[in-house]
T-cell receptor, first 106, second 120 residues
Framework: GENVEQHPSTLSVQEGDSAVIKCTYSDSASNYFPWYKQELGKRPQLIIDIRSNVGEKKDQRIAVTLNKTAKHFSLHITETQPEDSAVYFCAARVRFGAGTRLTVKP | EAQVTQNPRYLITVTGKKLTVTCSQNMNHEYMSWYRQDPGLGLRQIYYSMNVEVTDKGDVPEGYKVSRKEKRNFPLILESPSPNQTSLYFC???????????????????FGPGTRLTVL
């Protein structure tokens, strides 16, 4: 079955800096790669996703890149703000990574 | 309003006392699943259902049962809870994985608010 690995497990950045979270997957048949943000005490919510026929997608300060050959995809957050602090999960279809706790220091 | 609801939100129980966590969605989604979330382990899928009367095991099904008698409901049953089932549980629903949605559409999983279960 699918296996998703996510790195780093924790990430601390200064406000205004960029943050990058990376994931790898094992099943080459996977074709949908969502990213979820989970704030403290809340449910995971989709922030961006990408399909296997697309290499990059942007939405304001967040972007996701996908390398199908290498089977890895990444989340990029630019100009980070304190409200970006949360746990971020990548997924390959319905299989999730272990999560990255992002802390943005003011 | 499109939503997934779970009940109860919090539950403290004792070992061996059967319990059910309900899950309901109003988006007419075929696909529903249950996850447990534990620190450092992310979201692990317990069971999923592709449609009514169609259920299958996820990654960590031991100790759990599910049923899907109606499209909107997908209860999680712990016949004999044990302390290692203490966790945060999420129900989710979506279109079936792999569904080709329209351009610009998304196939996200909509999560319920979570149920924090403690088994003593």
């Amino acid at each position: 079955g699918e296996n998703v690995e996510q790195h780093p497990s924790t990430l601390s950045v200064q406000e205004g800096d960029s943050a990058v979270i990376k994931c790898t997957y094992s099943d080459s048949a996977s074709n949908y790669f969502p990213w979820y943000k989970q704030e403290l005490g809340k449910r995971p919510q989709l922030i961006i996703d990408i399909r296997s026929n697309v290499g990059e997608k942007k939405d304001q300060r967040i972007a996701v890149t996908l390398n199908k050959t290498a089977k890895h995809f990444s989340l990029h957050i630019t100009e980070t703000q304190p409200e970006d602090s949360a746990v971020y999960f990548c997924a390959a279809r319905v299989r999730f990574g272990a999560g990255t706790r992002l802390t943005v220091k003011p | 309003e499109a939503q997934v609801t779970q009940n109860p939100r919090y539950l403290i129980t004792v070992t061996g006392k059967k319990l059910t966590v309900t899950c309901s969605q109003n988006m007419n989604h075929e696909y529903m699943s249950w996850y447990r979330q534990d620190p450092g382990l992310g979201l692990r899928q317990i069971y999923y259902s592709m449609n009514v009367e169609v259920t299958d095991k996820g990654d960590v099904p031991e100790g759990y049962k599910v049923s899907r008698k109606e499209k909107r409901n997908f209860p999680l049953i712990l016949e004999s809870p044990s302390p290692n089932q203490t966790s945060l549980y999420f129900c989710a629903s979506s279109l079936p994985p792999g569904t080709q949605v329209l351009a610009g559409g998304i196939n996200e999983q909509f999560f319920g608010p979570g149920t924090r279960l403690t088994v003593l």
